[in-house]
């Protein structure tokens, strides 16, 4: 087994699923020095083949079962399609496996519950693939918020569209919601009171394509959410509004993907004015903060590779993956419900 720079023994890490997001997972791997990446599993042989060459040293292999037998390896990445998730993980675990899987980690409550148990009661990591809480942007938005710089959250608007890739398995709240859901509940820190969510499927298949989310957290704040797989252009935008500040993210943006505007409204106690209180507009500077380099999956990577070695518990662990699974399967109730309100415990 390798070491890293600081000499400690590099962690022996198998990848399950090489589709769409695996090779980038394989990527990075190969790219960390606190990882050795020993095997790549995948039951299409088309996906083997495409992965030859692609993966250094590592074996490719077609049965998760022969990676989970293999005692040099020590944690696996699951990045299969959704249904999977929650079988793969709880065997991973059951061999004493840490894990690192794709979002959203289960598609049912009570299977993510089933996994954070599981990882609690095996002392291993679990830790949900929430790629953008490890990108500088929301790390910089979260910043702002912890420093008081926006002030009191009054709302929080997020649209997440494009054209495809429209899934089999999962409708498009299940595929694209769970990013800025993840990105909203790091922010906050909390589950919302309740939400209330529309959905229409286009394709004959009963998946919806085009869903609408409003969350509410109570005290006058709420947090509403857009995913589309039918829009002609993409957009992946998001608005945070405070009493001080509001910050724009938008994510396609390379070079200033996060703008702060001292823009807004003051309110203040008035008598001339017909209810007591006088709003005045308020137009100041824009500025937006630099931001360091880096790719945020290699950040997720050395997160959870760091966490192995250390002990110490994700930024995105089973718990906070569970609170998206809670949020979407209230919201898939929702839609079938014509969109009716669903409170949350």
Same mark, same amino acid.
């Given at each position: 087994?390798?070491?890293?720079?600081?000499?400690?023994?590099?962690?022996?890490?198998?990848?399950?699923?090489?589709?769409?997001?695996?090779?980038?997972?394989?990527?990075?791997?190969?790219?960390?020095?606190?990882?050795?990446?020993?095997?790549?599993?995948?039951?299409?042989?088309?996906?083997?083949?495409?992965?030859?060459?692609?993966?250094?040293?590592?074996?490719?292999?077609?049965?998760?079962?022969?990676?989970?037998?293999?005692?040099?390896?020590?944690?696996?990445?699951?990045?299969?399609?959704?249904?999977?998730?929650?079988? =793969?993980? @709880? %065997? &991973?675990?059951? +061999?004493?496996?840490?894990?690192?899987?794709?979002?959203?980690? !289960?598609?049912?409550?009570? *299977?993510?519950?089933?996994?954070?148990?599981?990882?609690?009661?095996?002392?291993?990591?679990?830790?949900?693939?929430?790629?953008?809480?490890?990108?500088?942007?929301?790390?910089?938005?979260?910043?702002?918020?912890?420093?008081?710089?926006?002030?009191?959250?009054?709302?929080?608007?997020?649209?997440?569209?494009?054209?495809?890739?429209?899934?089999?398995?999962?409708?498009?709240?299940?595929?694209?919601?769970?990013?800025?859901?993840?990105?909203?509940?790091?922010?906050?820190?909390?589950?919302? =009171?309740? @939400? %209330? &969510?529309?959905? +229409?499927?286009?394709?004959?298949?009963?998946?919806?394509?085009? !869903?609408?989310?409003?969350? *509410?957290?109570?005290?006058?704040?709420?947090?509403?959410?857009?995913?589309?797989?039918?829009?002609?252009?993409?957009?992946?935008?998001?608005?945070?509004?405070?009493?001080?500040?509001?910050?724009?993210?938008?994510?396609?943006?390379?070079?200033?993907?996060?703008?702060?505007?001292?823009?807004?409204?003051?309110?203040?106690?008035?008598?001339?004015?017909?209810?007591?209180?006088?709003?005045?507009?308020?137009?100041?500077?824009?500025?937006?903060?630099?931001?360091?380099?880096?790719?945020?999956?290699?950040?997720?990577?050395?997160?959870?590779?760091?966490?192995?070695?250390?002990?110490?518990?994700?930024?995105?662990?089973?718990?906070?993956?569970?609170?998206?699974?809670?949020?979407?399967?209230?919201?898939?109730?929702?839609?079938?419900?014509?969109?009716?309100?669903?409170?949350?415990?």
């Amino acid at each position: 087994m390798t070491s890293d720079g600081s000499g400690r023994k590099a962690v022996g890490v198998a990848v399950i699923g090489c589709g769409y997001w695996g090779p980038n997972l394989i990527r990075n791997f190969l790219g960390c020095d606190a990882a050795s990446l020993l095997a790549v599993c995948d039951q299409d042989p088309r996906q083997r083949a495409r992965m030859a060459g692609r993966c250094g040293a590592a074996r490719l292999v077609e049965r998760a079962e022969e990676v989970l037998a293999d005692p040099r390896v020590e944690a696996v990445a699951i990045a299969t399609p959704v249904h999977t998730h929650a079988r =793969l993980a @709880l %065997a &991973a675990l059951e +061999a004493g496996k840490h894990v690192l899987v794709e979002k959203p980690m !289960a598609d049912n409550v009570a *299977d993510a519950q089933r996994m954070v148990q599981a990882a609690a009661d095996r002392g291993r990591t679990l830790m949900v693939d929430h790629v953008f809480l490890y990108s500088p942007a929301v790390r910089k938005i979260k910043e702002l918020i912890d420093g008081d710089v926006l002030g009191e959250i009054y709302y929080i608007d997020s649209v997440r569209i494009n054209l495809g890739l429209i899934q089999q398995d999962v409708n498009v709240l299940w595929d694209l919601a769970p990013h800025d859901l993840s990105i909203v509940d790091h922010l906050l820190g909390r589950l919302p =009171l309740s @939400l %209330a &969510a529309t959905g +229409a499927a286009h394709t004959g298949s009963g998946l919806e394509d085009v !869903a609408h989310l409003s969350l *509410d957290y109570g005290g006058n704040l709420i947090a509403t959410f857009h995913v589309n797989w039918l829009s002609p252009v993409k957009l992946r935008h998001m608005i945070v509004g405070g009493r001080k500040k509001s910050v724009v993210y938008n994510d396609l943006d390379g070079m200033e993907p996060i703008k702060v505007y001292d823009r807004g409204i003051d309110v203040v106690s008035s008598p001339q004015a017909k209810h007591g209180l006088l709003v005045s507009y308020r137009s100041g500077d824009v500025w937006s903060p630099c931001l360091p380099p880096g790719e945020p999956l290699g950040n997720v990577v050395r997160h959870f590779l760091d966490c192995i070695r250390d002990g110490r518990s994700p930024l995105s662990d089973g718990t906070s993956g569970l609170r998206i699974v809670r949020i979407l399967e209230a919201a898939q109730q929702s839609i079938k419900a014509q969109g009716s309100r669903i409170a949350l415990s």
